[in-house]
């Protein structure tokens, strides 16, 4: 099939088998069946209201959108509302020094950013206690499915994941997506102490721990997490971006944030370190942006940084 047969739709083929299986002859039977007589072909424009001028259009939708009612959402699944800090505000998301362009390039656009990320992460690495973090994956979906994979190269032996039942369904369904051709042993169970020593030896590489789940609840993993490091369990820590603060962004992805330990840096996406040239020139922040990890991991020791390269990781 070439590649215009792919993207333009069904064929007249196709068109008529649908339209057999729905009961219609023409795709004018079906627009008819559809649409409220109202909206129909031959509906008429005659008593439609006289137009409006520009102020009188925005207070009639002011109007409209104050009949809405403001209730407090119960559903929540991991997208809550947050307050962003004033100064945060101004000082990083409305600072046009993050993103003004001198040239048309838009460089500045690009090394703001990446500004920025480097100081989200070391915030991240302040809050966490960990050695090391990476920013913008996708969500926090993701961003557990890139943890798992990130533990399974770590650990290169074993098959078996243990993933929290009380973790957001999204969550597991992305992980479910990923371990399937992973040849990854996804186990959704209630993580005990006890469903981690049951585990065969050698075979447990990761377990993913919800703080707080689905439910709201906030447990003390001290236990479990305990009992998974006596397995020799990698615990890299995921979580998404916008809580510290962040918007939800209108619905759209949420920026996620990922701190795995030292060893496993150069196998983690998405990080944004600094570099320094052999002149000894001011550090410049630099970005690995591919799922492919920058080089296979190194565990059985810390990574030692280039000569030529400072290495995005700080001494624990």
């Given at each position: 099939?070439?590649?215009a047969?792919?993207?333009i739709g069904p064929?007249?083929?196709?068109?008529?088998?649908?339209?057999?299986?729905?009961?219609?002859?023409t795709?004018?039977?079906?627009t008819?069946?559809?649409l409220?007589?109202?909206?129909?072909?031959?509906?008429?424009?005659?008593?439609?209201?006289?137009?409006?001028?520009e102020?009188q259009a925005l207070?009639?939708?002011?109007?409209l959108a104050?009949?809405?009612?403001?209730?407090?959402?119960?559903?929540?699944?991991?997208?809550?509302?947050?307050?962003?800090?004033?100064?945060?505000?101004?000082n990083?998301?409305?600072?046009?020094?993050?993103?003004?362009a001198?040239?048309p390039?838009q460089?500045e656009?690009?090394?703001g950013?990446l500004e920025?990320?480097?100081?989200?992460?070391t915030?991240?690495?302040?809050l966490t206690g960990?050695?090391?973090a990476g920013?913008?994956?996708l969500?926090e979906?993701?961003?557990?499915?890139?943890?798992?994979?990130?533990?399974r190269r770590?650990?290169r032996?074993?098959?078996?994941f243990?993933?929290?039942?009380?973790?957001?369904?999204q969550?597991?369904?992305?992980?479910?997506?990923?371990?399937?051709p992973?040849?990854?042993?996804?186990?959704?169970?209630?993580?005990?102490?006890?469903?981690?020593?049951?585990?065969?030896?050698g075979?447990l590489f990761?377990?993913?721990?919800?703080?707080?789940?689905?439910?709201?609840?906030?447990?003390?993993l001290?236990?479990?997490?305990a009992?998974a490091a006596?397995?020799g369990?990698?615990?890299?820590?995921?979580?998404s971006?916008?809580?510290p603060g962040?918007?939800?962004?209108?619905?759209r992805?949420?920026?996620?944030?990922?701190?795995?330990?030292?060893?496993?840096s150069?196998?983690?996406?998405?990080?944004t370190?600094?570099?320094?040239g052999r002149?000894?020139?001011p550090?410049?922040p630099?970005?690995?942006?591919?799922?492919?990890?920058?080089?296979p991991?190194?565990?059985?020791?810390q990574?030692?940084?280039?000569?030529?390269?400072?290495?995005?990781?700080?001494?624990?």
């Amino acid at each position: 099939m070439d590649f215009a047969s792919r993207h333009i739709g069904p064929s007249p083929a196709e068109q008529d088998h649908m339209l057999g299986t729905l009961g219609y002859a023409t795709l004018d039977e079906l627009t008819t069946a559809a649409l409220p007589p109202a909206l129909g072909a031959k509906a008429s424009l005659a008593g439609l209201p006289p137009a409006l001028s520009e102020a009188q259009a925005l207070q009639r939708l002011r109007d409209l959108a104050a009949q809405n009612q403001v209730l407090t959402s119960m559903i929540g699944l991991g997208y809550y509302g947050t307050i962003t800090p004033a100064v945060i505000r101004r000082n990083v998301l409305e600072n046009p020094g993050w993103y003004t362009a001198y040239t048309p390039y838009q460089p500045e656009i690009s090394q703001g950013r990446l500004e920025a990320l480097l100081n989200f992460q070391t915030m991240i690495e302040d809050l966490t206690g960990l050695a090391v973090a990476g920013a913008s994956l996708l969500d926090e979906a993701t961003a557990a499915a890139e943890a798992m994979t990130l533990a399974r190269r770590a650990a290169r032996k074993g098959t078996i994941f243990l993933a929290d039942s009380r973790c957001l369904p999204q969550t597991l369904a992305v992980l479910a997506t990923r371990a399937q051709p992973l040849g990854i042993d996804l186990v959704v169970t209630e993580v005990t102490e006890q469903e981690v020593a049951a585990q065969p030896a050698g075979e447990l590489f990761g377990v993913l721990l919800p703080y707080p789940d689905a439910t709201g609840e906030i447990r003390d993993l001290r236990p479990v997490i305990a009992a998974a490091a006596e397995r020799g369990v990698l615990s890299p820590l995921t979580g998404s971006r916008y809580r510290p603060g962040n918007s939800t962004s209108g619905g759209r992805r949420r920026r996620a944030t990922s701190a795995p330990r030292r060893c496993c840096s150069r196998s983690s996406p998405g990080c944004t370190g600094s570099t320094t040239g052999r002149t000894g020139s001011p550090p410049s922040p630099a970005r690995c942006t591919a799922r492919r990890p920058c080089s296979p991991p190194r565990c059985a020791r810390q990574d030692a940084p280039s000569p030529t390269t400072s290495s995005s990781t700080r001494s624990p």
